[in-house]
């Protein structure tokens, strides 16, 4: 598995911009297909957004279809999510989250149970 580490997050006005940055350790990084979860309080945590391994496939969540971009660097062993047009609903912890077998291909919306490895979490907060 891989360990990983979130940054970026702070306050942010509503409609502004934000990239959050997820660092990868260990072996194989780019063999990790990886996503962005997110968990407002009280709320379960969901899912946000999935790029595969290899790369070009990424999905989104309906909520942030078409503000939120997801993209991996494998010679940085970084994922990012550049996210345009906050809304004080995005308001949440955002988690980093590697996929729990190599090479696996995720699914348009993929569950929490199919990752493994999780960073500690960054805050976001959208003020109105």
């Known amino acids: 598995q891989v360990q990983l580490v979130e940054s970026g997050g702070g306050l942010v006005q509503a409609g502004g911009s934000a990239r959050l940055s997820c660092a990868a350790s260990g072996r194989a990084f780019s063999s990790y297909s990886m996503a962005w979860f997110r968990q407002a309080p009280g709320k379960e945590r969901e899912f946000v957004a999935v790029?595969?391994?290899?790369?070009?496939?990424?999905y989104y969540a309906d909520s942030v279809k078409g503000r939120f971009t997801i993209s991996r660097d494998n010679a940085k062993s970084i994922v990012y999510l550049q996210m345009n047009t906050l809304k004080p609903e995005d308001t949440a912890v955002y988690y980093c989250?590697?996929?729990?077998?190599?090479?696996?291909?995720?699914?348009?919306?993929?569950?929490?149970?199919?990752?493994?490895?999780w960073g500690q979490g960054t805050q976001v907060t959208v003020s109105s």
């Open positions: 790029i595969s391994w290899t790369g070009p496939s990424t």
């Open positions: 989250a590697a996929m729990r077998a190599l090479w696996a291909t995720p699914t348009s919306n993929p569950s929490t149970s199919d990752f493994g490895s």
